[in-house]
């Protein structure tokens, strides 16, 4: 009863944090600045539109987005042709506008008309780096195979970046390193890298003084900027968005960058004053404290952490308890926990999109998949180390096999269980940040938040409570072990 009890408690938590009211439309944008301003711009107008509208930043890159808005998780995302052509539907004849655009129309998806600016990716150096090995265009860079390369790892990895830049040019480089898009700028100020990747309308540019390598091959497409969104979109919020055709330049959109990552005005605050300035449109725009955020911050990080684990105990157990008893069987079981454990967390929270969308349910799931082994092996471990002559001595006793367990084998175990669990708390704490990548929230979100802008004090609004809530947990499984752990077992440990 008691444990029927636990499971309905932990489902109805479960759907408590992920599945609570959807707003009317769900604006998403991908995890760097230009994006996240547009998607504050796209959510603003259409609030002012009379639609009610939530924004979900800063989820990943392309495909969480793509297949975010084909599984109706969001309905309206920031997106650009080229990527469009080149990435999303690679393979396929997309050559002009009609012809995207029909491409489009057969996966349920529409596009606003173009923003009114572009924005590339190109290579780029620093200047003085750039003038001292006389390089000014990609043809020159392939010709130095000793320049190193950091490049984001989306670009890594996308049909029209690295690999066919470097099938293109013939790059002879071979130190290519990936690494975040937004580090990459400071790598190449301290000299750990010579070359990145950039996009066009990025302030730190001019910032860093970098020179953007020409593109003589012509290898890059044009990227016009365009909001994609899900053909059956409230008619009132396709109107409203019709509004940002052609109104958006590349200067204005290289000076709303800069206004949000170099001189860290929060974003909703440049899309407002946009907004004002270009159409005329009045936004109010709400802003919270430190502690505010902290505290919303915090509930999220608990929640993810505490019904994680508490599905994680209610399956673990009863599998470790099953390890001990049929070992050959124990043996499948840990290979299957293990095999999970190798799984990367993004590439997880990814496979998951499709079956669960986005938001805190596939931050959960992964989370309790992580969980399951520590507490398994704990489990098994504990019951096959319970001396066999106090089993023996509970059979004499006439006592079932049921109640050795619970009265006998568990109690004896109880120690070893509780350091798996405790371990698998505190790993949760710290795989909860990556949960923010598909918009679980959390302590993640102003760490993302902090790398992307290079603001240190968002960086440890997110780390520091993440850190003081591991070392919380811990002591409460300090106190829970003195508990529960019968006394006898404690001073033996301890001695």
Not at 266 to 275: G, K, Y
Not at 367 to 378: A, G, H, N, Q
Not at 388 to 402: D, H, I, N, Q, Y
Request: charged share 20%; proline share 4%; glycine share 8%.
């Amino acid at each position: 009863m008691r444990l029927r009890l636990t499971i309905s408690i932990a489902a109805m938590v479960l759907v408590a944090g992920g599945c609570g009211r959807r707003a009317d439309v769900v604006v998403g944008s991908k995890k760097f600045t230009e994006s996240v301003v547009l998607g504050d711009i796209a959510a603003q107008l259409l609030a002012a539109s009379g639609v009610e509208v939530e924004h979900r930043r800063e989820l990943g890159g392309t495909r969480i987005l793509w297949s975010a808005l084909l599984a109706g998780e969001i309905d309206i995302y920031p997106e650009y042709t080229g990527t469009l052509r080149e990435e999303i539907l690679a393979g396929e004849e997309v050559a002009d506008a009609g012809a995207l655009e029909r491409a489009l129309a057969r996966r349920g998806v529409k596009m606003t008309a173009p923003l009114g600016f572009g924005d590339s990716y190109a290579i780029g150096m620093r200047e003085e780096v750039a003038d001292k090995l006389g390089i000014r265009t990609l043809s020159d860079l392939a010709r130095r195979p000793e320049i190193v390369l950091g490049l984001s790892h989306e670009f890594m990895d996308r049909d029209d970046g690295w690999p066919s830049l470097r099938q293109r040019y013939h790059m002879a480089q071979r130190d290519v390193r990936g690494l975040d898009h937004d580090l990459a700028y400071r790598a190449l100020a301290s000299g750990s890298i010579q070359a990145t990747d950039l996009y066009t309308t990025d302030p730190q540019i001019k910032h860093y003084r970098l020179r953007v390598l020409e593109d003589d091959l012509h290898h890059f497409p044009p990227y016009d900027a365009v909001l994609l969104y899900r053909a059956d979109l409230d008619p009132r919020a396709v109107k409203a968005l019709g509004r940002l055709a052609g109104r958006i330049s590349g200067d204005e959109m290289i000076g709303m960058n800069a206004r949000a990552m170099i001189d860290r005005v929060e974003e909703p605050v440049v899309a407002a004053d946009f907004l004002m300035t270009d159409l005329g449109v009045t936004v109010k725009v709400a802003s919270q404290s430190r502690a505010q955020r902290i505290l919303a911050r915090t509930r999220e990080h608990l929640l993810l952490v505490v019904v994680s684990l508490l599905a994680a105990v209610l399956l673990s157990v009863p599998l470790g308890i099953l390890c001990a008893r049929r070992p050959r069987v124990g043996q499948v079981v840990l290979g299957l926990v293990e095999a999970v454990q190798t799984i990367p967390s993004m590439a997880l929270l990814v496979l998951l999109i499709p079956l669960l969308g986005i938001g805190a349910l596939p931050a959960l799931a992964a989370m309790f998949l992580y969980s399951l082994l520590p507490i398994v092996r704990s489990t098994a471990t504990g019951l096959t180390d319970v001396p066999p002559s106090l089993r023996e001595s509970a059979a004499a006793l006439g006592l079932p096999a049921w109640a050795r367990l619970r009265l006998v084998e568990l109690p004896i175990a109880s120690r070893a269980i509780l350091a798996g669990i405790k371990t698998s708390a505190v790993w949760n704490v710290a795989i909860a940040t990556i949960g923010a990548l598909i918009g679980a929230g959390g302590y993640g979100q102003p760490i993302l938040t902090g790398i992307r802008l290079d603001d240190t004090g968002l960086i440890l609004e997110g780390a520091i409570p993440a850190a003081l809530m591991a070392l919380a947990l811990r002591a409460l499984f300090e106190i829970v072990e003195r508990l529960v752990v019968p006394r006898g077992l404690r001073l033996r440990a301890a001695v």
